[in-house]
């Protein structure tokens, strides 16, 4: 009989273990929380125009922005779902000043910490339209069975072992990398499971779609000016003009843009130097899942996965996406190409 053959995230992840170097079920067993934390976020996201969830939550978040009752709710989620794990010894977040450590014998034992924007593009959660969650995980650099310390927070991207995102959309998906290709899994609420639905996702090497708030244009670099300026040209070759889109919500312009192929950019501007994005838990896994599928991403004279990250709020200009446009843009701004 023809049944409904699927392959969950806890299969897949079981499965995969071997693959991976240092194999000993822990990491395992912390992805499998994370798959757990982003199912309850997602019945509450899905929940969001019923029940009183709207509005501000009264408090500012360390960024200065208003938290919505949401990001709170994400991030309380996420931390005691690491928390039980018992393989997580500490969580940096947006929504918190500093490093939260997890400090009972169990949990300092702990070899991972994990960084997160627990609920991006918070500002259309009350418009309904895509968010998400970004997550990295790094080995500790602090030894085992000490707390956590800042410097564990601060490696550089290419130290990731892991990233990923759950993607709040039309349907709701979990995409992540060990550093091995990029796997997507589609939640099916039926059963209460991700569901393995793309496997080994590649980027196109150009795409035509670019992803930018063309609203702040006055304010952009030169080159990412002109850059835009040759995005709207027409010429066949190219498939320019480009298509524009912007949703708001780096987790979902960014999966467009994976799957279709194309460019997101959040440029420094005159009156934020380093951009809007954070480094660590917004820049870095998206850049660790773009060079996975064969993309690339940019500070636009950096890699950015090889930034040694000096505090964790960091901001840091963003260029990522398909490789072929991501080269272009960094030509514009470091050559001048017009
Ligand atoms: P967050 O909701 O976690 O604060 O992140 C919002 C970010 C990102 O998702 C998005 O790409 C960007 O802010 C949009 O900023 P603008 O409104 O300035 O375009
Ligand atoms: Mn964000
Ligand atoms: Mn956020």
């Not at 299969?11 to 273990?17: P, V, Y």
């Not at 208003?66 to 989620?77: H, M």
């Not at 200009?317 to 470091?334: A, C, Q, R, W």
């Amino acid at each position: 009989m023809k049944g409904y053959k699927i392959k969950t995230l806890t299969q897949f992840i079981i499965e995969r273990q071997a693959d991976f170097p240092f194999a000993t079920g822990e990491f395992s067993r912390l992805l499998y929380q994370v798959g757990v934390a982003a199912k309850v976020i997602n019945k509450k996201v899905n929940k969001a125009g019923l029940v009183d969830i709207l509005g501000e939550a009264g408090e500012v978040n360390v960024q200065g922005e208003e938290q919505k009752k949401l990001d709170v709710f994400a991030n309380y989620q996420l931390i005691q779902a690491l928390k039980s794990s018992g393989e997580c010894c500490g969580v940096a977040s947006e929504e918190d000043q500093e490093i939260i450590t997890f400090d009972n014998d169990l949990e300092r034992d702990g070899n991972y910490i994990f960084c997160m924007d627990p609920l991006d593009g918070s500002s259309n959660i009350d418009v309904n339209v895509s968010i998400g969650t970004i997550f990295s995980i790094y080995r500790r650099i602090s030894p085992r069975g000490e707390k956590a310390v800042l410097e564990d927070f601060l490696q550089e991207g290419t130290k990731q072992i892991a990233a990923g995102y759950i993607i709040y959309g039309s349907s709701t998906m979990l995409v992540y990398t060990t550093g091995r290709g990029v796997f997507g899994f589609t939640l099916d609420s039926s059963i209460g499971e991700f569901c393995l639905s793309h496997m080994g996702i590649q980027t196109p090497e150009n795409g035509a779609i670019y992803s930018i708030n063309e609203g702040n244009i006055g304010k952009f670099p030169d080159g990412v000016k002109k850059y835009i300026g040759y995005c709207q040209e027409t010429d066949k070759e190219t498939n320019r003009p480009y298509s524009g889109r912007y949703i708001g919500s780096l987790v979902a312009d960014f999966h467009r843009n994976l799957l279709k192929g194309g460019i997101f950019i959040y440029p420094q501007t005159a009156s934020a130097p380093n951009g809007k994005l954070r480094l660590i838990y917004e820049c870095n896994p998206i850049a660790f899942l773009a060079e996975q599928a064969g993309g690339k991403a940019t500070n636009g004279t950096e890699r950015i996965l090889e930034i040694k990250p000096h505090s964790l709020h960091q901001r840091v200009p963003f260029i990522v996406g398909s490789k072929n446009m991501v080269d272009k843009v960094e030509s514009f701004l470091n050559n001048g190409e017009e």
